[in-house]
């Protein structure tokens, strides 16, 4: 069977943009460790998202990451939160969305994606990079990802693609993607406080919560 990598959080993108694959690809997921407030949930989640599904599993530790970032995800300062109401609007997300941003953490992390799918054989990297997000967050972008494989083409040795079924959707898209896939949507984690919990509150947990209430689930 060929293979993949696929980048980890235990999240609901990642989750249905990996099992887009599952059938077709051996899976290796990695999850990243630099210093956020959820690692503990994000590694929970992924392990039993792995162990259901029959994925490989590895955790990564960048420290340094941790070290330079002065992101609310990975500091003490507090996580915005957002209101339903305030999703679609530029301006808001947007200010939520620098307040949460990780130097450079796409890039980071499919960097060295890619240096375990050469490493492997593998012939792609998944992502669960998606419209809705990338309408605030650049390297979740499909013009990110075009520009990425185009770096891999010149860069690279191997014919490595990287994959992100849900570039195109919204959050209420992937949920409907992941019934269609028989994605475990219900052991995902998407919030952005780490609480045993999900918060509610947090950007992620209101996208989260309001695509699944658009879908009526």
Not at 66 to 75: G, R
Not at 104 to 115: E, H
Not at 121 to 129: H, P, R, S, T
Not at 158 to 176: C, H, Q, R, T, Y
């Amino acid at each position: 069977m060929k293979k993949a990598i696929s980048v980890f959080s235990g999240g609901l993108d990642c989750t249905v943009a990996t099992t887009v694959f599952d059938k077709t690809h051996e899976i290796h997921a990695i999850t990243f460790n630099y210093g956020q407030k959820a690692l503990t949930q994000e590694i929970n989640a992924s392990k039993k998202i792995c162990e259901k599904m029959g994925w490989s599993h590895e955790v990564i530790d960048l420290p340094w990451l941790a070290d330079i970032s002065n992101s609310s995800l990975n500091t003490d300062d507090e996580i915005p939160e957002l209101k339903e109401s305030d999703l679609d609007n530029l301006e808001k997300s947007s200010k939520t969305a620098s307040n949460v941003w990780v130097p450079a953490r796409n890039t980071v992390f499919t960097s060295i994606a890619l240096s375990y799918a050469e490493s492997i054989g593998a012939e792609i990297i998944i992502v669960g990079w998606n419209g809705e997000e990338g309408a605030t967050f650049p390297d979740n972008s499909k013009e990110y990802m075009e520009k990425f494989n185009e770096l891999i083409k010149e860069g690279s040795p191997e014919k490595i693609k990287i994959e992100a079924p849900a570039i195109d959707l919204n959050k209420e898209e992937i949920v409907k993607l992941g019934i269609e896939v028989g994605a475990p949507m219900e052991l995902s984690y998407s919030c952005y406080k780490g609480e045993d919990k999900p918060c509610g509150v947090c950007e992620s947990c209101v996208r989260r919560n309001r695509a699944f209430k658009n879908v009526g689930i």
